[in-house]
């Protein structure tokens, strides 16, 4: 009888990423009716709830206030949504998961990866959501260009979310997860200047620099403001190397069933 020598074991190219891996996460996430409805749903009614404004018709760098708000919601759509993707590795662990994947080669970096790879693609449908209604709307009003490089530059952005539902998903029960992300993210939104723009000589506006949101916002709005400055890319790269490490780091040391 022949004994498995775990030295022998090889470790698999890209670190255990695969197509197939991806497709059948994929299909699992998509089974999940209610998140899809709500990717699709909320950021969409999140929209129209500021609708109606006397000031949209307003001008903001290359457009007017319509498309600063449209692009705004398409964030925060795409970041809860994105982040609550991520958390379904809080079920993973309760159902022992993360255990499992312990004993294979798979690793941690790329798994993290995978899970924020599938929470882009319902970060996707949010921000297509919000887009196509603000199109039917009518009042956003903006170039093409500048229209296509914002959701681009969102959908960028919402790998930060994406890395950020993960981590929490390793650090929290599976029915607490989005308990506590949910008005987490409600919260930074509004330290970010997604809700409610801040006086930028405020005290408020000097800690909310340092916040996650706010770097992101900046970056997603850029095409339209005209404005960018290298602090909000750096806040951005930062916090994304913070999450991915820190849900790196907890999934290495995540071996027991909880």
Request: aromatic letters at 8%; glycine letters at 10%; a positive charge.
């Amino acid at each position: 009888m022949t004994t498995f020598d775990p030295t022998t074991r090889s470790t698999p190219r890209l670190g255990g990423l695969s197509p197939v891996v991806l497709r059948i996460e994929l299909r699992r996430m998509l089974r999940n009716r209610r998140t899809v409805v709500f990717a699709m749903l909320f950021p969409a009614a999140l929209f129209l709830s500021f609708g109606g404004q006397s000031d949209w018709a307003d001008r903001v760098g290359h457009g007017n206030v319509a498309a600063y708000v449209m692009v705004s919601m398409g964030l925060y759509g795409a970041a809860l949504t994105a982040a609550s993707a991520g958390t379904a590795v809080a079920t993973e662990r309760a159902l022992g998961w993360s255990r499992q994947l312990r004993l294979t080669p798979l690793n941690p970096g790329v798994y993290v990866a995978t899970k924020a790879l599938l929470a882009l693609v319902l970060g996707a449908v949010a921000i297509g959501v919000v887009n196509v209604v603000g199109l039917l709307q009518g009042k956003p009003d903006m170039p093409l260009d500048v229209w296509v490089e914002c959701a681009l530059l969102t959908l960028l952005c919402t790998l930060v979310f994406a890395a950020l539902g993960v981590f929490v998903g390793f650090l929290v029960p599976g029915e607490n997860a989005m308990q506590v992300l949910g008005p987490g993210l409600a919260i930074l939104s509004f330290l970010g200047n997604v809700f409610i723009p801040m006086d930028e000589g405020s005290t408020i506006y000097r800690v909310a620099e340092w916040t996650p949101m706010f770097g992101v916002a900046e970056i997603s709005r850029a095409p339209l403001t005209g404005d960018l400055s290298w602090p909000a890319v750096l806040n951005a790269v930062v916090w994304l190397a913070v999450f991915v490490a820190g849900a790196a780091w907890r999934m290495s040391r995540d071996t027991a069933r909880v």
